[in-house]
C-alpha cells in the first residue's frame, strides 16, 4: 500500500555504494528497494562486460556519456549502440553482454523493476533455438 505522507528522500553522488559485480564493468548502488534497483555503470574505453541476465528485473539504462554496445538474442547476434541521449531497454532473463567500443570511458544511470537478484553472470549467450 502506498503511503502519501512518505517524505521523497535524496542520495548524494558521495553516497553510492559498490554494486553488484559483472567482470568489465564497475556499477553503483543508489537505491535498492524489493522492487526496484538504481545506480550508475561505468564502462571502461574497450571493455567488454561478461555475459549476464537481470533475473526479473526490466532494466532501462539512460547513456549520460560515451557509448554502449548491447549484445543480446540468440548466439548474442543482436547488436545495438547507444550514445548521449539515448536510452536501452533490457527486458528481464535476457542473456546479454555490454561492451565500449568508443575511447573514452563510458557512464549510463540505470533503473530496474523486479525482484530478487539483479545480476545473474553466465558462461555465454543465449542459444539458438
Given at each position: 500500500?502506498?503511503?502519501?505522507?512518505?517524505?521523497?528522500?535524496?542520495?548524494?553522488?558521495?553516497?553510492?555504494?559498490?554494486?553488484?559485480?559483472?567482470?568489465?564493468?564497475?556499477?553503483?548502488?543508489?537505491?535498492?528497494?524489493?522492487?526496484?534497483?538504481?545506480?550508475?555503470?561505468?564502462?571502461?574505453?574497450?571493455?567488454v562486460s561478461?555475459?549476464?541476465?537481470?533475473?526479473?528485473?526490466?532494466?532501462?539504462?539512460?547513456?549520460?556519456?560515451?557509448?554502449?554496445?548491447?549484445?543480446?538474442?540468440?548466439?548474442?547476434?543482436?547488436?545495438?549502440?547507444?550514445?548521449?541521449?539515448?536510452?536501452?531497454?533490457?527486458?528481464?532473463?535476457?542473456?546479454?553482454?555490454?561492451?565500449?567500443p568508443?575511447?573514452?570511458?563510458?557512464?549510463?544511470?540505470?533503473?530496474?523493476?523486479?525482484s530478487?537478484?539483479?545480476?545473474?553472470?553466465?558462461?555465454?549467450?543465449?542459444?539458438?533455438?
Open positions: 500500500m502506498h503511503d502519501p505522507a512518505l517524505p521523497c528522500s535524496l542520495v548524494t553522488a558521495d553516497e553510492l555504494q559498490p554494486g553488484d559485480p559483472t567482470p568489465g564493468m564497475s556499477r553503483r548502488v543508489a537505491l535498492n528497494t524489493e522492487t526496484m534497483w538504481s545506480g550508475t555503470v561505468d564502462t571502461d574505453a574497450g571493455a561478461g555475459w549476464h541476465h537481470h533475473g526479473d528485473h526490466d532494466t532501462t539504462l539512460y547513456i549520460v556519456s560515451g557509448t554502449l554496445r548491447l549484445e543480446s538474442g540468440p548466439g548474442g547476434e543482436s547488436v545495438i549502440e547507444a550514445g548521449p541521449g539515448d536510452f536501452l531497454r533490457v527486458p528481464a532473463g535476457a542473456i546479454h553482454r555490454e561492451s565500449n568508443g575511447d573514452q570511458s563510458s557512464r549510463a544511470v540505470i533503473v530496474r523493476c523486479g530478487g537478484p539483479p545480476t545473474i553472470n553466465v558462461e555465454g549467450p543465449a542459444d539458438h533455438a
